[in-house]
């Protein structure tokens, strides 16, 4: 049973930001398995050359808002159309994985 995925595409051939996106089939939310899903991103983004993720999240959706804040705390939406707020975000670098994919998991 495939209870999540995640995906990344690059936005412009050569560049080095990706657009990201995390579905979890709601009976498995909050578990972790989305934060899971980025960290696993994140290695194989870096792995391509890509160094910053956007993601595009609608106002209303409070736990992927809470996900991107763990990433970076201090963030701020790069721009806002309507009810989607956009979000630039750096991809960790190399050796950072294991901390991040427990701060994504754990409740820090």
């Known amino acids: 049973m495939i209870v999540g995925v995640a995906r990344f595409i690059r936005l412009h051939k050569g560049g080095d ?7 979890v089939v709601d009976h498995m939310q909050r578990r972790g398995i989305g934060g899971l899903l980025l960290a696993h991103l994140a290695d194989v983004a870096r792995e391509r050359g890509i160094g910053r993720f956007r993601a595009e999240v609608m106002g209303a959706n409070h736990a992927v808002r809470a996900l991107v804040h763990k990433l970076d705390a201090n963030i701020t ?23 991040l994919r427990q701060q994504l998991v754990s409740g820090a």
């Open 77 to 99: 939406p790069a721009a806002v159309h309507g009810t989607i707020a956009v979000y630039d975000l750096e991809v960790p670098a190399h050796g950072a994985e294991a901390p």
């Open 17 to 23: 930001t990706a657009e990201v996106a995390v579905a």
